[in-house]
T-cell receptor, first 110, second 115 residues
Framework: TQLLEQSPQFLSIQEGENLTVYCNSSSVFSSLQWYRQEPGEGPVLLVTVVTGGEVKKLKRLTFQFGDARKDSSLHITAAQPGDTGLYLCAGATNFNKFYFGSGTKLNVKP | NAGVMQNPRHLVRRRGQEARLRCSPMKGHSHVYWYRQLPEEGLKFMVYLQKENIIDESGMPKERFSAEFPKEGPSILRIQQVVRGDSAAYFC?????????????FGPGTRLLVL
């Protein structure tokens, strides 16, 4: 049973398109993190959201934490081939344990 | 490079052998976490350790798996009598302190293949 469901699982788009990735759960999280992982490497933290309704922007990436702190979304504007990778969300429900979603594999074609 | 280091990066073992995976946290970090990742999947929490203490091992199988983080030296994840189902990427992460908002920095992982 996956505590965090990510959708879509796979996404292949052309350079310049916009996209949104979703991370949903029936559980409430104290915080939620988004990571990007490239093949053969470990995940790299992109952002941490803590407050319900919070929106954070990181250049072309916009992260939103749901009001009820059960879900989150990542929106990428004008995707570039360098955005290709596995995007993982991770929620913290109790002390120092993070539950990861299964990831969204993004491929941006030039 | 002051990042989290893991070695070996790739490890091949035959069924029944032992696998030892090492993780050196970032300098100054005293909290270490181990995760396991199967292909096309997210990371699954295994164990959380501080220096000389196991804080949470609820994600680690009770048999054949053990972890330690000694006062000196790297953290070790040990898998005894490996089976094919143990084949996966094992990631270590470290953080400066505990707490839900502490950033976890991940190492490059060890890819274990059991023949």
């Amino acid at each position: 049973t996956q505590l965090l469901e990510q959708s879509p699982q796979f996404l292949s788009i052309q350079e310049g398109e916009n996209l949104t990735v979703y991370c949903n759960s029936s559980s409430v999280f104290s915080s939620l993190q988004w990571y990007r992982q490239e093949p053969g490497e470990g995940p790299v933290l992109l952002v941490t959201v803590v407050t319900g309704g919070e929106v954070k922007k990181l250049k072309r990436l916009t992260f939103q934490f749901g009001d009820a702190r059960k879900d989150s979304s990542l929106h990428i504007t004008a995707a570039q081939p360098g955005d290709t990778g596995l995007y993982l969300c991770a929620g913290a429900t109790n002390f120092n344990k993070f539950y990861f979603g299964s990831g969204t594999k993004l491929n941006v074609k030039p | 490079n002051a990042g989290v280091m893991q070695n070996p990066r790739h490890l091949v073992r035959r069924r029944g052998q032992e696998a030892r995976l090492r993780c050196s946290p970032m300098k100054g970090h005293s909290h270490v976490y181990w995760y396991r990742q199967l292909p096309e999947e997210g990371l699954k929490f295994m164990v959380y350790l501080q220096k000389e203490n196991i804080i949470d091992e609820s994600g680690m199988p009770k048999e054949r798996f053990s972890a330690e983080f000694p006062k000196e030296g790297p953290s070790i994840l040990r898998i005894q009598q490996v089976v094919r189902g143990d084949s996966a990427a094992y990631f270590c992460a470290s953080s400066l302190a505990g707490g839900l908002q502490e950033t976890q920095y991940f190492g490059p992982g060890t890819r274990l293949l059991v023949l």
